[in-house]
């Protein structure tokens, strides 16, 4: 191959750009088009005279703008896709490996349902029909009023100090162990990038919510799965597997758990958290959905449970009222929740501090607890209506009915896979999630996950007849993943 | 040494398990105690005919919980300080470097300023005497009357659409173009998850804003600093570094810079993307201050200059209403902002939707506009009071009066400390920031932010004057670090 290099008279140019300017230059005029070889940057450097450093440097400039590629064993070669005009970033090849590394399939079941009119199943959400709405609207405005020009202001890192009280009294600790957050789902992110270092091991539950496998993996995790079946996570084989694995967490969704909806016995949890003392293993318990319990009995939070310091507790109220205010927390000891609240000022400074006065005078006047007293028996109204639907239009589904929470996680009859299986709903107009979400390596193609809070016992029976139309258009497949089961699952 | 170690029977356990138990019984019965030293692994595996890496394990267990610990040439030894109970983690030793890695100036001189009553100039922050709460209270209940329902439940990710479309407009791109986040600091995480792997080069002014600073560190950046003056960044030493540096991101505040309070001309924002093109490297521009002009030539935006797609623009209305409510905004090329919304999902949903509705009615009917106009005159007003009392007060301090922002950045005397400054003044009630708090390497001690947004201009006499008398109380340093200038912070 012949490449006429040209370098210009030396400019205060570096080199290397000159270098790069001038090979950009035949790939503007055709010279060079899509495919076409280069030579090794050791070839060229020995043409030109120059080191080969600076050739590498030039053709690193030229990667980054899109223009060439280089791929094991076929060397560097001009670019195949249409290359961005000269100076254009390739935003592409200048993205983190946390960004280019997302899985497609959550954005792609997003995507379906983003259906408009869809009935949907698939949120993990309360119900807006029976957000109380009046009385927050007179507390924010109270707010507002007579605390406004403080809380527009500013707020500390850790939180509004009323807010941090009143959750810390809930939850049995000082109010310096108290973080709080927006959402809990920030309380995870602030978590994973404050113990996860790329390669570290987080052990989780599979199924698991898929909010945390995403904020683990963003982090750079690797992770371990254990069985969680409907009674919560098999505590035999976690102790096997730290037995084997040196981790860095354990996260755990012990009460109402998402997606499976289970609740860990107390026994259970005593002996998951001795497991856990013995490696001094940190334990992220997520406690989002203890308030929604309709029945069953009660069982206590791992941290009150705990002995060891070993529980990082994480909370909201996004699943208790509403979603949309972004507040949630974490309890942690006092020195790690200074050591998370530096962090969190990096990340975002601090929660609106409206949302925080507002909830709080909402805490304060009673009005949450009313709200969940009122709520549970309209949710189990609700549950039990699912169940009566599923067993009714879908008595190929297994499922247990469960004592709190927001879902139904129901099996598939063999070789029906969810995410056909939702393609056919979504024609009928309704939305569940697909169990594989929950998952960190393969499994739960054959598992679907429905939320039973945001409609009518009406709305329920007539989706889920829809669902039932949908399962009998699914033909099963002829691949038998079904028995990829549990096992897999165990690094 | 002699060290008795029995291995109680198999019942399960692993067995490097049973070797740290066997050793932690003997660091709590006494027969080890602090400073003593451990058999190295290779000689404890040999002595107990078991595999290195067991004994490894072991050791490794023992640190995680507190109780030994090892240091380069003096081998492993007992633990000096107190070492927490059986199973207890031991956080400090899992934090990920991001969190251990944290400066802790930033939380010192936070901790200096929180004295109650102290007269501040510290914060970045606009007065919250000016703040329209009447006319944000009356729109937050039309809001969450008319919309509480949609806005409390869920929101998508990139933001509430219309108060995305009302800002697109603003900023000149499509919707799709920009993306709401908690704030800009958000926005600045963000793009340093996006775009910062360990290691990899961010090139900033020096000084810069100190939360840049920290989100690029807390990624792992390596920061590279060009000198800011009067003049806004030095286009040509940013040149000369661009050619000797592969960098990944240039962050810029052109217009009322934070700390410095200065301008880029136009020509200057020209040549600094016609450089920034040459090496397809991506420029973040910060504009949060660009509503807050007093006086002086109206400067376009770099977006607005950027042939090349270059800009990533962040912008907030923290600066120009209130902060409390955290949102703010980047605008950047569609295919990044799916990327970074898909990154978002990650670290918190999104961003509080009743504060997002609420100030795009607030925006809408014309208030922000309306806010803005009646401000800029009470805060120019603000900035001259400060201007003169320093003179009047403080002649020995060098500054310049900027055209619009929030701040005045002024040189002390030779040798007087900005740290030891600011301990006189908070004894004399009054704060500032610290010059030090906005460079990434050596630099700044002599140097102060004052902000003069948030009190009266008799407030503000008040204050000054007594910083005089805080900069005669202080005596000047013997050590001479104050020519450690400029030339030390270029890489």
């Known amino acids: 191959m012949s490449l006429a290099i040209r370098l210009e008279p030396a400019g205060g140019e570096p080199l290397h750009i000159r270098i790069a300017d001038s090979l950009r230059g035949q790939f503007e005029h055709g010279a060079l088009g899509p495919g076409d070889p280069l030579p090794t940057s050791r070839d060229l450097a020995r043409d030109l005279g120059v080191s080969r450093s600076t050739v590498v440097r030039a053709y690193e400039q030229l990667t980054r703008e899109g223009w060439i590629e280089g791929r094991v064993g076929r060397g560097t070669r001009v670019s195949d896709r249409p290359t961005s005009a000269k100076g254009r970033p390739n935003w592409d090849l200048l993205l983190t490996e946390r960004v280019r590394g997302q899985s497609p399939e959550y ?50 890192v850790d939180g509004y100090p009323p807010l941090r009280s009143w959750i810390a009294e809930r939850v049995g600790c000082e109010p310096d162990s108290v ?10 992110h602030l978590i994973s990038q404050a113990f996860v270092e790329p390669g570290d091991t987080v052990v989780v539950e599979a199924p698991t919510y898929s909010g945390a496998l995403r904020a683990f993996r963003t982090a750079g995790a690797r992770i ?17 597997t730290l037995g084997r694995v040196r981790a860095k967490l354990l996260y755990v969704v012990p009460t109402y758990h998402n997606p499976t909806g289970s609740l ?5 949890r005593r002996r998951l958290l001795a497991v856990c003392a013995q490696h001094g293993l940190p334990v ?47 309890a942690a000891p006092p020195e790690l929740v200074r050591r998370l609240s530096a962090l ?31 709520v549970r028996p309209l949710y189990a109204e609700r549950r039990d209506a699912m169940a009566a639907a599923l067993r009714r239009y879908c008595p190929s589904l297994q499922f247990e009915v469960p004592h709190g929470g927001l879902f139904i996680w129901a099996q598939l009859p063999a070789g029906i ?35 039973f809070a945001c409609h009518s016992p009406e709305m329920i029976a007539a989706g889920i007849r829809k669902l039932g139309l949908a399962l009998k258009q699914v033909r099963p497949d002829a691949e038998e993943w079904r028995n990829a089961g549990a096992d897999d699952l165990i690094v």
Request: aromatic letters at 8%; glycine letters at 8%; hydrophobic letters at 40%.
């Open 224 to 240: 371990v799965s254990i069985p969680c079946g409907p009674e919560g996570i098999d505590v035999d084989r976690l102790e096997a």
């Open 107 to 156: 954005a792609d079941v997003l995507r379906m349902l983003s259906e408009p009119d869809l009935l949907s199943f698939a949120g993990g959400l309360p119900s807006p029909e029976f957000y109380p709405e009046e009385s927050f609207q007179q507390i924010t405005s109270d707010v507002l009023r007579h605390q406004g020009t403080k809380l527009l202001q500013w707020c500390p």
């Open 264 to 268: 860990l016995s107390t026994e259970k």
């Open 344 to 374: 969190r000022n990096v990340i975002d400074l601090f929660t609106n501090s409206i949302a925080q006065g507002s909830l709080y005078e909402f805490c304060k006047r009673g009005l949450l607890e009313a709200h969940i007293q009122r």
């Open 179 to 188: 973080l709080i957050s927006s959402g809990s789902t920030q309380a995870l």
């Open 417 to 451: 896979d969810s995410r056909r299986l939702l393609e056919e709903a979504v024609e009928l107009g309704i939305g569940f999630m697909v169990g594989s979400l929950f998952f960190a390596e393969e499994g739960g193609r054959d598992r679907i996950r429905l939320c």
């Open 284 to 330: 992220v318990e997520d406690d989002a959905y203890a308030t929604l319990r309709y029945d069953g009995p009660h069982v206590p939070t791992l941290r009150s449970l705990d002995d060891h310091e070993l529980v990082l507790y994480v909370s909201t109220f996004s699943k208790a009222i509403f979603p949309g205010l972004r507040v949630g927390w974490l």
